[in-house]
């Protein structure tokens, strides 16, 4: 086994050493908690949950912790802009820790609805302000922070290392004065750890702090809950071997610079020890070709897209089976792709767990172990997951062709092997199923002739007939998909 990951911090593919044998320590980046995670955000979380389950299926045991944003988070980037909650609060006339818990509890659901598996923690920031407190006043006693008149800034001069992961080494940020003017700043592209002197009338989030009431800069919180558990920069009570130095770091590409770059900056600064040993970033998507905007009407939440009729287990194929580091063009005429991909996989599940021939002529034990080698060996290849399902539908279609020589016991073997690949993939179903697809799809072409013809009576009559079966018909802009109902 030698698992390859690409680095973001070294632009490289390299071996995945972890700090401890055997052991994984990942942090993500989750939610600002302000409005419903659209499926840009899902694919970000869906790698991790990829990157989770493989390492758990190559013998890690992992710990993985993902923050909830619930404080107050400028709508740019740099430290200015208006308070995302505080925003979403007035537009819905609640107040930001009601508009934190409503959409921290539909990021759960969402997670949920998409067997996206739960990580050991979910920290929110508002749980954490006085590990974050605790880390401002060690920057500022290493000599890496400064206050004026209420406010801490890091003081990115004092920082040698700081651009490493984005390549906005402080030269750079100079030429290009990205940095917004500060008069408290000593540097433009010092960056800010804790607002009292708040830019914006009755701010209503707000906590006592060494430097008078106000609240934390957007960064400090990764830093804060990363270091508190997956490091002994607190405690050693969450997990058995603690270090200085995390092994993963995930995220969207956008989180690179600044959030990354100055979550690096903090906590090295706060331990003297390397943060991160590997940061993996995951692309944007498109859809439909095109970005997602508010003016293009195509920022899709997954309520959207199931609404429409698309499954749940087709949205999570599509935005998991593009590379993380490939930019992925989601699109309907995709989903609809995955729905019929999935309904193959549940047809050859039916047809094992019904083989009626009690012996067989199918060498299933060595079959099942070349699939799972070859199939994990993709994955080994930084999560190569094309490859990997590649590698499961050539299988499916080899079993398919050998239906009449496999026996019971293969079938077992063979259902064995399916589980396993889904334990990584979550998108099968292995509860008892009818052999309906050729008849489906054959109703399915007489319903689609009946609405040409506007004969609707025989198109219900086949909807209905269906739904006594327990499939239910989705029609989509591309097509009718079918589902089985649970």
Request: overall charge negative; some cysteine; glycine content about 6%.
């Amino acid at each position: 086994m030698s698992i390859k990951l690409y680095n973001s911090l070294t632009n490289d593919i390299e071996p995945f050493v972890p700090v401890h044998d055997g052991f994984v320590k990942m942090y993500n980046c989750g939610p600002t908690v302000y409005s419903r995670i659209h499926i840009g955000n899902i694919r970000s979380f869906l790698v991790a949950d990829l990157l989770k389950r493989y390492l758990k299926l190559r013998g890690y045991k992992v710990t993985q912790v993902m923050n909830i944003t619930d404080v107050g988070h400028m709508t740019s980037d740099a430290d200015e802009g208006e308070d995302k909650l505080q925003v979403a609060a007035n537009r819905e006339k609640l107040d930001p820790w009601q508009i934190a818990d409503k959409y921290t509890q539909s990021f759960m659901d969402d997670l949920e609805t998409l067997n996206i598996d739960k990580a050991d923690v979910y920290p929110r920031a508002t749980q954490h302000l006085n590990e974050m407190i605790e880390i401002i006043e060690k920057l500022v006693d290493n000599g890496y922070a400064y206050v004026v008149k209420g406010n801490v800034y890091f003081d990115v001069t004092k920082f040698p290392d700081y651009g490493k992961l984005s390549g906005n080494v402080l030269e750079k940020l100079q030429a290009q004065q990205r940095a917004v003017d500060d008069p408290y700043k000593r540097n433009p592209q010092d960056f800010v750890l804790w607002f009292s002197h708040s830019k914006y009338k009755n701010h209503i989030m707000k906590w006592d702090s060494p430097w008078g009431e106000g609240y934390p800069g957007w960064h400090i919180e990764c830093s804060a809950m990363s270091l508190k558990y997956l490091t002994d920069a607190f405690n050693k009570q969450f997990h058995p071997n603690m270090a200085s130095t995390i092994d993963i770091h995930t995220g969207g590409e956008d989180n690179k610079f600044p959030h990354h770059e100055c979550e690096i900056a903090q906590s090295e600064g706060t331990t003297g020890q390397k943060f991160v040993n590997y940061w993996m970033h995951v692309t944007h998507l498109l859809v439909e070709g095109e970005k997602m905007s508010k003016s293009l009407g195509n920022i899709y939440t997954l309520p959207d897209i199931l609404n429409m009729g698309y499954s749940p287990e087709a949205v999570r194929y599509v935005l998991l089976t593009t590379h993380y580091r490939q930019k992925l063009n989601f699109t309907f005429k995709s989903l609809l792709a995955a729905q019929n991909a999935i309904n193959r996989l549940q047809e050859l599940i039916f047809n094992l767990k019904n083989i009626e021939n009690e012996n067989g002529d199918f060498e299933s034990g060595k079959f099942a172990e070349n699939v799972k080698d070859n199939f994990l060996e993709e994955l080994d290849k930084d999560l190569n997951i094309a490859g990997a399902t590649g590698v499961l539908f050539d299988a499916v279609k080899t079993i398919n062709k050998s239906l009449s020589y496999i026996g019971q016991q293969d079938a077992e073997i063979l259902l064995d092997l399916l589980k396993e690949i889904d334990n990584i993939l979550g998108i099968m179903d292995f509860s008892n199923q009818e052999p309906l697809e050729k008849e489906i799809q054959e109703l399915i072409k007489q319903r689609n002739e009946a609405r040409k013809i506007k004969d609707f009576t025989t198109a219900d009559k086949i909807r209905e007939n269906l739904k006594k079966h327990g499939i239910h018909l989705i029609d989509t802009p591309e097509g009718t998909i079918w589902k089985r109902r649970q």
